[in-house]
C-alpha cells in the first residue's frame, strides 16, 4: 500500500536545498508571468465589474505577435539585427499589437453591453475568446510555433545554449539563467510602472474613482469611456509583455495557450483578491510557486489535485482573497 | 496662488455608452415594449406570454415527437438527443444561478460525477452490472451529497470568490479522474485517460434501451419530468426564498430566510440534476472519459442557460435548441457545405440589407459586384495564378464564384493576410460614418466574400468554432436579457 | 386539474415511446443507440467521385496533430485524384475535438446515416474507437485509424477483454505493445543502460507505451525505472527535470508533441543533466525535434521518397510525420472502394471485406513496410486488424543539425 505522505517526504530530503530553491525560482519565474497577466484581469473587473475571459486569448496573440516579429527579423537561428534591439521590438510589437486589439474588443464586445445585467458580458466576453482563439488556430493550422530562443544567438550546430540561457548566477549550486533574470526584472518593472501609473498620473486617479462610482465619476467631469478604454489598453499591453516573455522563456506558443493561461491568471486574481492591484501581484507569485512545489514534490499523479486542494483551503481560510477589499454591503 | 485646474468636459459619448441616471428603464422602456406587442410577432409573444404552462409543455412534447419520423438517426442524434441531454444539464445549471444567483463554474464536476458513478455500477470495469433502476437512485443521490458539501463551502464565501472555488473544485475532479486514478480493488478507480468502457445501456427491470430513438424518447420524458418538477419548485416558497436570495442576499436574511440552507440546497438540487443527467450520458456513450468534463462543455451550458433567460425553464429549452442546433449545423459532419454557402451569403446580404434608404443599399450591392470584377479583372491580368485556384464544395455555381471572387492558387501567405485585413476592415468601417462608411463597406464586402471563398471553406471545422463566436457576441448585444428573460434593472 | 393534464401527457408519451422503440433484439451490452442498420448492405452507385468519411480533432487540444492528419490526407488526395481520374475521393470531415469523446460519437452517427460515405478513416484516438466502435459497426463502416494505438483494441491483454468486434477495427501503425517491446529490447541490448526514467503525458498513447517499456523494463535483472507524470498542456518542465534523479542515463518521453519533446531536451540541458532523451512515434519530426544524441522510434520512412519530398515542399520545407499512417489509412479504403466499385456499385459491407484483403504495396505505403491486416492473433501483443507482415518499428538516431539516422 502506497503512503504518498512518505514519498513527499523523501522526495523532499532528495532534491535538498538546491532542489528547493530550484523549484522556488520556477515558481517566481512563471508566477511572474501569471501576475502581469492578473493585473489585466483585476484592472479591467475593478472598473466594469466585468470577468473578461478574454484577456487569456489576448495574452496569446502578444505571443505570436513576438513570434511573428521575431520570423520578420530573420528568425531565432539567424536574427539580422543583434539580441538587444530584437527583444525590445519583439516587446514593442507584442505589447503594442494586444493593447490595440484589446481596445478594439472593448469597443465591439464590451462597451454596448455597458448597462446590461452583469452577466451579459461575461458571454459576451466567451464569444470574443472563442473567435480570437479560433481566429489564431485558423490562420496558424494548429502549428505549434518554436520561438527556439534556447539557441538564439548561439550556434545552432552545436546545441549549446546561446547568451539568453547563460548562468547569470548561482544559488545553492543551481544556476539562473539570463532569461529568468530578464523575466522576473521586467515584470517587477512593469508592475512597479502600473502602481506609479495609477496612484501618481491623472489618468490613474480617474481610473480610480471610475472604479469607485461610475456615475459619480462621470458626473465630475471624467470621460469614462476613455478611461475605460485606457484600462484595456494598459491591461492588454501588460498580457502582450506576458506573452512575449512566456515566449523567450519557454519557447512555444499555440493558439490554446490563452485559454490555460487565462484560467491561471484568473485564479491568481481571484486568490489575490479581485479588484487589488497588489492582490494580483501577489496571486501569480503564490500560484506559480504552489504549481512548481507541488509538481517537484507531489509529482505527476497528484500534483494538479494537490494544487486545488490547497487552493480551495486557502479560499475557505481567507474568504476574500489575500487583499480583497472588505466591501460594506449596503442595504 | 492660481486656482485648481478644471477637468475638460467629457466628450459626449454613444447613447448606449451613457450611464443613465436617474432613470429606471422598465418605466423608460414602457413605449418600446409596446411597439413591440404589435403585429406578428407581438402576436406570438402575446401568445405565448398568456398560455398556460402546461399547454406550453404539451405542445413542446407533441412537437418534439415527431422529430424521429422525419429525421434520419443521425441527425436525430446530433439535433435532437444532445439537444435534450444539453438542455437537461443546463436546466440543473439554472437552479443554481437562474433561481438561486450563485456563481457556479464547478457545475460539469456534478455531471462527471454522476457519469463516472454509473460508470463503476454498471459496466465491466468492476464486474457490476447493476440495473438502472438500482444505480441511478444511488447514484444522484451521491451526486447530491457532493453537491451538499460544495454548498457548505458557499456559506463563507460570496459571488466570484465562490465561483473561483468551484472552478477549483471541477479542475481538481478531471485532475483526479484523469492523472490520479487511484488503484482500488485492483484496478485504477477511474481508468486514467482511457475512462471507463464498455458501459451497460441503460436497462430498467429488464428493458434495455439501444436505439437512439429511444433514448430519445427516454430524454424527452425526463426532461419533461424535471421541467415540470422544477416549475413547481420554482413556484413553491422554496422558489420565491431563492429569488429573493437572488436578487439581494442581504435584505433576504434581513427578512429572515435562511440563507446558507437556501444556498445548500440549489447546490444539492443542480448536482442532482447534473448526476442524473451524467448516468444517461455514460450509457449513451457506453463509456466515459475524463476530456468529457472539461470547461468547454461549461462555457457551453453557460451559454444556454444565459442565452436562455437566466431563471425561466422554457428559456433553457430555446437556449439549447439553439446553441445545440447552430453547433452541429456548422459543424462539418453535417454534410451540407452548398447549404452552408447559401446560408452565408444570405445573412452577409441580411446584414447588408439593413441599410436605409432603399437607393443606398441598391447603390452598395452594385458598387460590390462592380468593385468584384474589376479586382477579378486586374488579379488575373497581373498573373493567371491569381484566379485559378479551386473553388471547393461549390457544385453548381462554382463557375459564377470563380469569376468573381479571386481564388488564388500558390500563394501561401494570402490566407494569413487577407483574413487579417479583413478584421481590420470591418473594425475601419464600423469607426466611420456616412458616405466613408458606403465607401469602406464596398470593397469590406467583396472581401468578406474573398475570405470565405478562400479561407473559412477550406477549414469547416474552425470556421464553425469562428461563427459560434460571433453569434454569441451578436446575440448578446441584440437581446442581453436573453430570450426569454426580462429586463431588470439593477441597482448597483 | 393541472396535474391531471400532466399525468395524461405523460401516459401519452410511454405510450409513445414504446410504439416507437419496435423490437429490441440485442442484448449485447457494447451496443450503443443506433438506427442505420439498413446502410450496412445497402448498395450505392459509384459514380467518378466516392466519398470516404474522416474523422480526425480539426479543433481543442490536439488540433496540432489532427490537423497534421488531414493535411497528409489531403495530400493523399489529390494525388489520388491525379491519378485516377474515374475513381475519385472526396473527403467528408468529422471533428472530434479530441480528448471529448461526446463529439467523435455525434460524428460517428452522423457518418453512419451519410448513405454516400462508404469508408472511414479515424477516429484518431484509442479511447474515440472504443466508445464509436459499435456505432459504426451496426452501420457498417470499418474503423481503418492512423493512430489508435492501444494494445486493447485488437487483443484481450490479462483480465480485459478485446474492445473492438472483429473485422471492424484496422490501424495502419503497429501497437503500442510492438513500439514498447523493440525500445525496451533495444535500450537493454544496444544501449545496454540500466538506469531509465519514464516521463508520460498522461495522454492515452503516452500511458500505453510508459506502462509496456517500465514493465519490459523491470522485468530485467539490475534495471532502476523511473516513472512520472506531466500533463500536455505544460510546457515548464523544470519541476519535473528537478526531480529526475541526475545518475539517471536515459529518460524516455513516448509523447505526442514534438515541439514539448524539444523543449523538454532543452530545458534538461539547460538544467545541467547529461541524459539521453528517447522519444517515440509521437515526438517524430525532424526540424522540429532536432535534440542532438537523442533516440525516437518511429516507422522506417525513407525521407528520399519522392511523395515525402514532395509532401515536404508543400509545407514549408517541414517534415511532419505524425500524419503519415492517415495517408496509409486514405489509401487502404481509397484502393477498397476502387475494388468494390468495379460493377458500379459498392455497399459498405463489400468495402469492409476489401479492406480486410488489402494489400498495399510498400512504395505505396510510405511507412517502410507494406500493409496488410493481420486476422488472427500473432505474438504476445497483435491481434486481428492489427499490421501484419513486417510491420514494425525502427530506431532513429538524431545526430548534428537535426540529422535523423537510422541505427536499429
Known amino acids: 500500500m502506497h503512503l504518498p505522505l512518505l514519498n513527499i517526504i523523501d522526495t523532499v530530503r532528495q532534491l535538498g536545498w538546491g532542489g528547493a530553491f530550484e523549484l522556488l525560482r520556477n515558481g517566481i519565474v512563471l508566477g511572474s508571468v501569471y501576475a502581469l497577466i492578473a493585473l489585466g484581469y483585476t484592472m479591467v473587473y475593478g472598473i466594469l465589474k466585468l470577468l473578461n475571459f478574454a484577456h487569456g486569448d489576448i495574452y496569446m496573440v502578444g505571443a505570436f505577435l513576438g513570434y511573428g516579429v521575431l520570423s520578420i527579423l530573420g528568425g531565432p537561428l539567424a536574427p539580422t539585427i543583434a539580441m538587444v534591439p530584437l527583444i525590445l521590438l519583439m516587446f514593442l510589437g507584442g505589447m503594442l499589437g494586444s493593447g490595440v486589439l484589446g481596445v478594439v474588443v472593448e469597443r465591439f464586445a464590451y462597451r454596448p453591453l455597458r448597462n446590461a445585467p452583469r452577466i451579459a458580458p461575461l458571454i459576451s466576453a466567451l464569444g470574443v475568446s472563442f473567435f480570437l482563439a479560433n481566429s489564431a488556430l485558423l490562420l496558424t493550422h494548429g502549428e505549434r510555433f518554436n520561438y527556439a530562443m534556447y539557441q538564439l544567438g548561439g550556434d545552432p550546430n552545436t546545441g549549446l545554449p546561446g547568451p539568453l540561457n547563460q548562468p547569470a548566477f548561482s544559488v545553492a549550486g543551481r544556476p539562473v539563467t539570463v532569461v529568468q533574470v530578464l523575466v522576473v526584472s521586467t515584470s517587477i518593472a512593469l508592475m512597479i510602472a502600473l502602481t506609479l501609473l495609477v496612484s501618481r498620473t491623472r489618468l490613474g486617479k480617474a481610473m480610480r474613482a471610475t472604479s469607485y462610482d461610475r456615475e459619480a465619476a462621470s458626473m465630475m467631469g471624467i470621460d469614462t469611456d476613455r478611461v475605460i478604454a485606457s484600462t484595456f489598453f494598459i491591461g492588454s499591453v501588460l498580457a502582450g509583455a506576458a506573452g512575449v516573455m512566456f515566449g523567450l522563456y519557454i519557447g512555444e506558443t499555440y493558439y490554446l495557450m490563452g485559454f490555460l493561461a487565462g484560467l491561471k491568471a484568473f485564479t491568481a486574481a481571484v486568490v489575490g483578491g479581485i479588484g487589488s492591484i497588489p492582490g494580483a501581484m501577489v496571486g501569480g507569485l503564490l500560484i506559480g510557486v504552489t504549481e512548481a512545489y507541488a509538481a517537484g514534490y507531489v509529482g505527476g499523479q497528484w500534483s494538479d489535485v494537490a494544487v486545488f486542494g490547497i487552493l480551495i483551503l486557502f479560499m475557505l481560510l481567507r474568504p476574500s482573497g489575500l487583499f480583497g477589499a472588505k466591501t460594506i454591503q449596503k442595504v | 496662488m492660481s486656482e485648481p485646474e478644471r477637468p475638460a468636459a467629457p466628450n459626449a459619448s454613444d447613447a448606449a455608452g451613457r450611464p443613465k441616471i436617474g432613470v429606471d428603464e422598465w418605466v423608460a422602456s414602457a413605449e418600446e415594449r409596446h411597439e413591440r406587442s404589435r403585429g406578428l410577432g407581438g402576436l406570438v409573444s402575446r401568445g405565448w406570454e398568456g398560455s398556460p404552462a402546461e399547454a406550453k409543455l404539451i405542445v413542446f412534447v407533441a412537437l418534439a415527437s415527431t422529430l424521429p419520423f422525419w429525421m434520419n438517426e443521425g441527425e436525430l442524434f446530433s439535433y435532437g438527443l444532445y439537444t435534450l441531454l444539453y438542455a437537461l444539464l443546463a436546466l440543473g445549471l439554472n437552479i443554481v444561478v437562474g433561481f438561486a444567483g450563485l456563481l457556479d463554474l464547478g457545475y460539469v464536476a456534478f455531471y462527471g460525477f454522476g457519469a463516472y458513478g454509473y460508470a463503476l455500477f454498471s459496466s465491466n470495469h468492476y464486474g457490476l452490472h447493476w440495473q438502472a433502476e438500482a444505480s441511478i437512485p444511488l447514484i444522484v443521490l451521491g451526486t447530491a451529497a457532493v453537491g451538499l458539501i460544495l454548498g457548505l463551502a458557499s456559506r463563507r464565501l460570496l459571488g466570484d470568490y465562490l465561483a473561483i472555488v468551484t472552478l477549483f473544485f471541477a479542475q481538481a475532479f478531471v485532475a483526479f479522474v484523469n492523472n490520479s486514478n487511484p488503484k482500488v480493488a485492483g484496478e485504477g478507480l477511474t481508468g486514467g485517460p482511457n475512462g471507463i468502457p464498455g458501459v451497460d445501456p441503460l436497462n430498467f427491470f429488464g428493458f434495455k434501451l439501444h436505439s437512439t430513438k429511444q433514448y430519445y424518447f427516454f430524454l424527452l420524458i425526463v426532461f419533461s419530468l424535471a421541467a415540470v418538477g422544477l416549475y413547481f419548485l420554482n413556484n413553491s416558497r422554496t422558489g420565491r426564498a431563492w429569488r429573493a436570495l437572488r436578487e439581494d442576499p442581504l435584505a433576504a436574511e434581513a427578512m429572515s430566510i435562511p440563507v446558507n440552507r437556501l444556498k445548500i440546497l440549489a447546490f444539492m438540487f443542480g448536482a442532482g440534476t447534473a448526476g442524473l443527467t451524467g448516468t444517461i450520458f455514460a450509457a449513451i456513450q457506453t463509456g466515459v472519459v475524463a476530456g468529457n468534463f472539461d470547461v468547454a462543455l461549461l462555457i457551453t451550458i453557460y451559454a444556454i442557460v444565459i442565452l436562455g433567460g437566466l431563471g425561466s425553464i422554457a428559456g433553457v429549452l430555446f437556449g439549447a435548441i439553439v446553441i445545440n442546433v447552430s453547433t452541429q449545423f456548422l459543424a462539418p459532419s453535417n454534410d451540407h457545405p452548398e447549404l452552408k454557402r447559401w446560408l452565408f451569403y444570405g445573412a452577409i446580404l441580411l446584414i447588408a440589407a439593413k441599410i436605409r434608404p432603399w437607393s443606398r443599399t441598391a447603390a452598395v450591392f452594385v458598387g460590390t459586384a462592380a468593385f468584384g470584377f474589376v479586382v477579378h479583372a486586374i488579379a488575373s491580368g497581373i498573373s493567371s495564378d491569381w484566379t485559378n485556384g479551386t473553388v471547393v464544395d461549390a457544385g453548381s455555381a462554382a463557375s459564377a464564384i470563380r469569376n468573381w471572387v479571386i481564388v488564388p492558387s500558390g500563394h501561401t501567405g494570402f490566407q494569413t493576410w487577407a483574413y487579417i485585413v479583413l478584421v481590420a476592415a470591418i473594425v475601419v468601417t464600423s469607426q466611420l460614418k456616412g458616405w466613408w462608411r458606403m465607401a469602406a463597406l464596398i470593397p469590406t464586402l467583396y472581401w468578406v466574400a474573398v475570405v470565405w471563398e478562400n479561407v473559412l471553406v477550406q477549414q469547416s471545422a474552425v470556421t464553425a468554432l469562428i461563427l459560434f463566436g460571433v453569434l454569441l457576441i451578436a446575440l448578446m448585444q441584440a437581446r442581453p436579457q436573453g430570450l426569454l428573460g426580462t429586463a431588470r434593472v439593477e441597482i448597483v | 386539474m393541472k396535474k391531471l393534464s400532466i399525468v395524461a401527457m405523460l401516459g401519452v408519451l410511454a405510450v409513445l415511446a414504446t410504439a416507437a422503440t419496435g423490437a429490441s433484439s440485442a442484448t449485447n451490452a457494447l451496443q450503443a443507440p443506433t438506427g442505420s442498420a439498413g446502410l450496412a448492405n445497402a448498395l450505392v452507385t459509384c459514380g467518378t467521385t466516392r466519398t470516404i468519411g474522416i474523422a480526425y480533432p480539426a479543433t481543442g487540444p490536439a488540433a496540432s496533430i489532427g490537423q497534421q492528419q488531414f493535411r497528409w490526407a489531403q495530400f493523399f488526395q489529390t494525388r489520388w485524384n491525379k491519378a485516377h481520374p474515374k475513381d475519385k475521393v472526396k473527403f467528408v470531415q468529422g471533428d472530434t475535438k479530441l480528448p471529448d469523446t461526446a463529439a467523435a460519437l455525434a460524428v460517428a452517427h452522423q457518418f453512419a446515416s451519410n448513405s454516400s460515405i462508404l469508408g472511414l478513416v479515424g477516429p484518431a484516438g484509442s479511447q474515440e474507437v472504443q466508445d464509436t466502435v459499435a456505432v459504426f459497426k451496426s452501420a457498417g463502416l470499418a474503423v481503418v485509424s492512423g493512430s489508435a494505438t492501444r494494445v486493447l483494441l485488437t487483443r484481450s491483454v490479462g483480465g480485459d477483454q478485446r474492445e473492438t468486434p472483429a473485422g471492424y477495427f484496422f490501424r495502419t501503425v503497429p501497437n503500442d505493445g510492438q513500439q514498447g517491446d523493440r525500445v525496451a529490447s533495444y535500450i537493454a541490448s544496444k ?115 519522392k511523395e515525402i519530398k514532395a509532401y515536404r515542399a508543400a509545407h514549408g520545407g517541414q517534415d511532419e510525420a505524425f500524419g503519415l499512417p492517415t495517408y496509409s489509412a486514405a489509401i487502404v479504403n481509397a484502393m477498397a472502394i476502387m475494388k468494390a466499385c468495379k460493377n458500379g456499385t459498392a455497399s459498405r459491407a463489400e468495402v469492409r471485406t476489401n479492406v480486410k484483403n488489402i494489400k498495399v504495396p510498400k512504395a505505396a505505403s510510405l511507412l517502410g513496410f507494406p500493409v496488410q491486416f493481420l486476422s488472427k492473433n500473432k505474438g504476445k501483443q497483435q491481434g486481428p486488424g492489427d499490421m501484419g507482415g513486417t510491420a514494425d518499428f525502427a530506431i532513429f538516431k538524431i545526430g548534428a543539425g537535426g540529422k535523423y539516422t537510422r541505427v536499429g
Open chain 3, 191 to 305: 544501449l545496454k543502460k540500466k538506469r531509465v526514467y519514464i516521463i508520460d503525458d498522461q495522454e492515452s498513447y503516452s500511458q500505453g507505451l510508459a506502462d509496456q517499456v517500465e514493465s519490459n523494463l523491470k522485468a530485467k535483472s539490475g534495471y532502476t525505472v523511473g516513472r512520472d507524470h506531466v500533463a500536455q498542456t505544460v510546457s515548464d518542465f523544470s519541476s519535473v527535470i528537478t526531480r529526475i534523479p541526475s545518475n539517471t542515463q536515459i529518460v524516455y518521453i513516448p509523447w505526442q508533441l514534438p515541439p514539448k519533446a524539444q523543449l523538454f531536451y532543452t530545458q534538461l540541458r539547460a538544467a545541467g543533466k547529461t541524459a539521453t532523451v528517447f522519444g517515440s512515434d509521437g515526438t517524430f519530426a525532424p526540424g522540429t525535434f532536432t535534440g542532438a544524441g537523442s533516440y525516437v522510434s518511429a516507422f522506417p520512412v525513407d525521407f528520399n521518397s
